[in-house]
């Protein structure tokens, strides 16, 4: 029975009163959002086989990803996002009407460090394939298979600073420090050769931002990646010398069992977990990673469509990259992870673009389309997903000696493969400088990567301190990109 105090007036009861229901209400309201949400559920992974393939949430599309990650920031007005107005406003300020549309959102310091002047693309854009789909003469051998691509003009970044945008990209934030898409990618699949890394990267010179870029972050250590070279040994120091390798096997037998005795009593020591079978991963790929390695077993035709016999070095090198890759995925690797940075600079052209932009849209161009088309000719396409992206796009606005400036408000990226729809979704404005039809901040990116290769991004978790860390982030903030998946 309910006793009303003599100290309360009648003002004070309504008051808590009100406030107690609207407590209950909101208590009520949040608990149908919980219950609406997908139960995260952990892989079941043996810590001493953490390569072990599993089983996706649902029907899968894709079985692996090549994802080629153009360091630095590439011009999507210039190879991709075509903007015809851009000629007839060539050397005239940005439009006020656009100018005051960019200023009233996030991205206003988009304008900071370049001049207000729009420079026109240097680079004539031509319509190809059934689709119709318009590309500049920077990417004549990608235009062969337009019709396989599906181009997403209205991708945003939360930086627009390299290291920050790049680590967004790969890991869903832009602190360093969290897990990457690959190493997530691995810890819900495993892989389908167990001779071999699940997570691979190739590259000259890495990201900008370093390691936080691609490593495992919170997640066991077993899902890092694992560095394989294009060029010689695909891993230094892999085999034995001569004279050991006959009691190879009996050494390594022998320290595993020390290894085990000694985890006994560290249960949920994942590092010791990932040295153990990094061992017998090690042994495993003697055999393994040499004969991937190889690529000078492809036939010379197919080794000069990817531009390895073109007497140009950066050309063939990153032919080199994208061949390998193929063989990499062909063989169950679920994840290659493939970086053009041949310097320092990569695609980060605050100056003189073209000098920068065409030597480079030259040295990927051609093993990009012959890795398409390898993997077409194979099967092989309809079950890797290929991503083409960077941490941002460039700006209209001329910067310094006909460069351009860093444009974290709308630039493109293409997906092919893996279920993936070919077609042109989402749009820029009129100067292709901020993202006004459909735009999608990474984590959607990130959403639908993980659709592709059967898995929830809400269910797919990890606990770190008692916290549910996902690659989307916190629960109901991004969504599958509609109209990327069939």
């Given at each position: 029975m309910f006793v009303f105090p003599r100290h309360l007036s009648r003002r004070d009861f309504l008051h808590r009163v009100g406030g107690g229901l609207g407590a209950l209400a909101m208590g009520t309201f949040g608990a149908g959002r919980v219950a609406a949400a997908p139960e995260p559920r952990a892989p079941a992974i043996d810590p001493l086989n953490p390569y072990r393939a599993r089983p996706t949430h649902f029907r899968a599309r894709a079985k692996s990803v090549i994802f080629l990650y153009m360091v630095g920031g590439p011009s999507q007005i210039d190879l991709f996002d075509y903007k015809p107005e851009l000629a007839g406003l060539d050397g005239q300020p940005v439009p006020g009407s656009i100018r005051r549309a960019v200023e009233a959102?996030?991205?206003?310091?988009?304008?900071?460090?370049?001049?207000?002047?729009?420079?026109?693309?240097?680079y004539q854009w031509r319509q190809h394939g059934q689709s119709g789909m318009w590309l500049s003469e920077l990417c004549p051998h990608l235009a062969r298979h337009v019709d396989d691509l599906c181009f997403i003009h209205s991708l945003q970044a939360d930086s627009n600073n390299h290291g920050p945008a790049s680590y967004q990209m790969h890991t869903g934030d832009v602190r360093a420090g969290k897990a990457s898409l690959g190493s997530w990618v691995t810890y819900g699949l495993g892989s389908e050769n167990e001779d071999l890394p699940g997570y691979v990267m190739l590259f000259d010179a890495g990201p900008l931002g370093g390691a936080a870029n691609y490593g495992n972050g919170f997640l066991p250590a077993s899902f890092?990646?694992?560095?394989?070279?294009?060029?010689?040994?695909?891993?230094?120091?892999?085999?034995?010398?001569?004279?050991?390798?006959?009691?190879?096997?009996?050494?390594?037998d022998l320290l595993r069992n020390?290894?085990?005795?000694?985890?006994?009593?560290?249960?949920?020591?994942?590092?010791?977990?990932?040295?153990?079978?990094?061992?017998?991963?090690?042994?495993?790929?003697?055999?393994?990673?040499?004969?991937?390695?190889?690529?000078?077993?492809?036939?010379?035709?197919?080794?000069?469509?990817?531009?390895?016999?073109?007497?140009?070095?950066?050309?063939?090198?990153?032919?080199?990259?994208?061949?390998?890759?193929?063989?990499?995925?062909?063989?169950?690797?679920?994840?290659?992870?493939?970086?053009?940075?041949?310097?320092?600079?990569?695609?980060?052209?605050?100056?003189?673009?073209?000098?920068?932009?065409?030597?480079?849209?030259?040295?990927?161009?051609?093993?990009?389309?012959?890795?398409?088309?390898?993997?077409?000719?194979?099967?092989?396409?309809?079950e890797t997903l290929v991503i083409w992206a960077s941490e941002f796009g460039r700006t209209p606005m001329v910067q310094g000696d006909r460069g351009r400036q860093h444009n974290a408000a709308g630039f493109t990226v293409w997906m092919a493969g893996g279920g993936v729809q070919p077609g042109r979704l989402g749009a820029t404005d009129a100067i292709g400088l901020m993202a006004v039809e459909n735009a999608h901040p990474f984590r959607d990116l990130h959403a639908t990567i993980l659709a592709a290769l059967g898995f929830d991004h809400e269910a797919l978790a990890y606990q770190v301190n008692g916290r549910l860390e996902r690659l989307t982030g916190v629960a109901n903030l991004a969504e599958v990109i509609p109209g990327v998946l069939a």
């Open positions: 959102t996030r991205f206003a310091n988009v304008f900071h460090g370049c001049e207000d002047r729009i420079m026109a693309s240097p890092q990646p694992t560095r394989l070279r294009d060029t010689g040994t695909p891993v230094l120091d892999l085999l034995p010398p001569p004279e050991f390798a006959g009691g190879q096997r009996a050494s390594l020390l290894n085990l005795r000694h985890r006994e009593s560290r249960t949920g020591a994942t590092e010791l977990d990932a040295r153990i079978a990094s061992y017998e991963l090690a042994y495993r790929m003697q055999a393994a990673a040499l004969e991937v390695g190889d690529v000078d077993t492809e036939p010379a035709s197919l080794r000069q469509s990817y531009g390895l016999q073109s007497g140009e070095a950066r050309l063939a090198a990153f032919g080199r990259k994208c061949l390998l890759a193929r063989r990499l995925v062909e063989r169950g690797v679920r994840f290659v992870q493939l970086y053009d940075m041949p310097d320092k600079d990569g695609w980060d052209a605050h100056a003189k673009l073209t000098e920068n932009h065409t030597p480079r849209a030259r040295w990927t161009d051609q093993p990009v389309a012959a890795l398409l088309e390898d993997l077409k000719q194979r099967g092989l396409l309809d």
